[in-house]
Every structure is written in structure tokens, then in C-alpha cells.
């Protein structure tokens, strides 16, 4: 059985890591963590409400979280939808390890002497 909110919690994280710029953030949050808006805001061609829009989506997808400290804001990194994210993918990595696993035997067990089959004329339609 799937668990909806396991799988919405998966879409979130997926759909805010498929952007360069907030895997970016999340990247320079990991070496600064506490960074202020404005720090994470420097390396990046993009205006300051620009910014703060991936930090929502990061923020909303619990990537991140945000607290005010006078007029600044300061953002840190929460890893836990990453552990979650990290586990289904080895779920799947394992998955394919034993596919291709089972395909390297496959071949390996395969004679190599031997002439590959013929290939199979093409059918032509007649046109009327």
C-alpha cells in the first residue's frame, strides 16, 4: 500500500531538488549553515524576491527552514526530507543492482562463438 503523505512528501523534495539553483542554495547552505538571505542571495544573477521564491519552494517542501532575527532572515538546512528521498532511491538502486547483476550473468554465460541470428526481413505494406 502506498502512504499518501510519504508519497506527497516525495514529490515535494523531488520537485524542489529538479531546479539547479535551489540544489545550489542547498549546496551553499550545507557549507553555511544560518546564511542569511542575503548571503545566499550574492552568488546568484537573480533579484532578492527572486531568491526568496526558491527558498519557499525549498522551505514549503521542509528542505528548509527560516527564522527572523531582527530585519534578517536566516535559513538552514533540514535533512530529514533528504533521508527520506535518499532511502527510496536505494530501494530502487538495490533493485537494479540485481536486474543488472542478472543481465552480467546472463551474458556471461552466453557463447560468444556464436553467429548472431539473422535478422528478420521487414514486412512492406503494399500500398493499394
Known amino acids: 500500500m502506498v502512504n499518501h503523505s510519504t508519497t506527497t ?3 515535494a523534495t523531488f520537485g524542489a ?3 539547479p539553483t535551489r540544489r545550489a ?3 551553499h547552505l550545507s ?3 544560518d546564511a542569511t538571505v542575503g548571503e545566499i542571495a550574492r552568488p546568484f544573477a537573480m533579484t532578492l524576491p527572486a531568491v526568496s521564491k526558491h527558498l519557499r519552494v525549498l522551505e514549503d517542501a521542509g528542505l528548509l527552514a527560516r527564522r527572523r532575527e531582527g530585519r534578517e532572515h536566516h535559513c538552514r538546512v533540514l535533512p ?3 533521508r527520506t528521498a535518499s532511502e527510496w532511491i536505494a530501494r530502487y538502486e538495490k533493485f537494479w543492482e540485481g536486474r543488472l547483476d542478472a543481465l552480467a550473468r546472463y551474458l556471461e554465460e552466453t557463447p560468444t562463438d556464436e553467429p548472431p541470428r539473422a535478422a528478420r526481413p521487414k514486412h512492406r505494406r503494399r500500398s493499394r
Do not use: K
Request: proline share 13%; glycine share 0%; no cysteine.
Open 25 to 27: 542554495i542547498l549546496a
Open 9 to 11: 512528501a516525495l514529490d
Open 80 to 82: 530529514a526530507p533528504m
Open 17 to 19: 531538488l529538479a531546479d
Open 31 to 33: 557549507e553555511s549553515p
